[in-house]
């Protein structure tokens, strides 16, 4: 019983105090795959909509390389992704599985001088809806169509400095937006976005506490809500936006996450690993983070075999995890508890 408490503390003492650092790199993702070509160039940017807002969904990315084959990676839940060390050399960005959007490509010629610094390429993807859902997304961006010539050069701007990577000046440009138009959701959504992946939680909390103000029922404040409170570690109130969340869209895995991650820290595991787990199934490789949490679920009951299987998961997904050494030795000594934690068997 003993070294069943050790071992479940040693597992906990690796992992627990990784949740909320890991929490808040899915809520300030940078969708980043290196392409192992050797390079030191990056082709970075955002999915949009045709009218200059968000896809608040994931995409799948695919990079044509000259000489390598194609690198894959999907956007995180703000449309954001990367592709770093790239050489010199023609690339096609590709976006064709879409059903909802005609297939989308574009030529990136990247160029590197001898002596010279590696350069960063910034996109701004626009996807064309097909015909046969015009009408949808006509009714879903209605605030949009009511919006002034004023409003939407505000809104574009904000989108633009946000995909250079300038935070501070969309912040300004949203501002601008949300004071001269209080009635325009989107506008303090956006604004809430952007508090949030500077990390300056109470303000985004108060942004997208206004959005819901005008708009009760909008799915995309009521999940950016409930990530903040994750981030703030107010968990209770988490799970109450989350919920409400779910309500409006029980389809999204990313609400099915995150309140897995607040139930998780509010020791309610049962539901945890519920949410989790639908999470996984559906997000695959971009919820992977969601297995180390598993993992603790299992070791706090005693089931050693499936605390080990999630951090296998976990370690053949994120293989170059900060702590994947620290992870590797945990897993160890619980497949054997003999052992101690510092010795490594070969593969």
Do not use: C, W
């Not at 799948?60 to 703000?78: A, S, W």
């Not at 992946?197 to 108060?206: L, S």
């Amino acid at each position: 019983m003993r070294k069943m408490i050790i071992s479940i503390a040693i597992l906990i003492t690796a992992i627990l105090g990784f949740i909320t650092a890991q929490v808040r790199a899915q809520i300030l993702p940078s969708e980043t795959v290196d392409t192992g070509l050797g390079g030191n160039n990056t082709i970075m940017g955002s999915v949009l909509t045709g009218n200059g807002g968000r896809l608040e969904r994931r995409v799948n990315i695919r990079l044509q390389t000259p000489t390598r084959g194609d690198r894959i990676t999907t956007t995180d839940e703000y449309g954001n992704f990367a592709f770093r060390g790239l050489v010199s050399g023609d690339y096609t960005l590709v976006i064709d599985k879409e059903k909802d959007f005609e297939a989308f490509s574009q030529v990136i010629s990247v160029i590197q001088a001898r002596g010279f610094p590696g350069q960063t390429y910034n996109l701004s993807v626009r996807l064309t809806p097909k015909a046969n859902i015009q009408a949808k997304l006509g009714v879903l961006d209605a605030s949009f169509a009511n919006l002034s010539e004023r409003g939407r050069a505000l809104f574009i701007k904000s989108q633009e400095l946000e995909s250079a990577g300038d935070h501070t000046g969309a912040i300004g440009q949203l501002l601008l937006l949300t004071n001269e138009f209080p009635s325009f959701m989107p506008g303090f959504n956006e604004l809430g976005v952007e508090y949030l992946r500077t990390g300056q939680f109470a303000k985004a909390d108060e942004a997208f506490q206004t959005a819901l103000k005008l708009e009760p029922e909008a799915f995309a404040p009521l999940l950016n809500r409930g990530i903040t409170l994750v981030s703030m570690k107010s968990y209770a109130y988490a799970e109450a936006a989350l919920r409400h969340a779910k309500k409006v869209n029980d389809q999204s895995v990313t609400v099915d996450y995150f309140l897995g991650q607040a139930l998780a820290n509010l020791g309610k595991f049962d539901e945890a690993e519920k949410e989790l787990s639908t999470a996984l199934k559906e997000g695959g490789k971009e919820m992977a983070e969601g297995h180390r949490v598993l993992a603790i679920i299992y070791s706090s009951r005693g089931d050693k075999k499936r605390a080990a299987l999630e951090l296998e998961t976990y370690l053949r997904l994120v293989p170059a995890a900060p702590d994947a050494q620290q992870l590797r030795a945990v897993l160890q000594k619980m497949k054997d508890p003999g052992l101690p934690a510092s010795v490594q068997k070969p593969d």
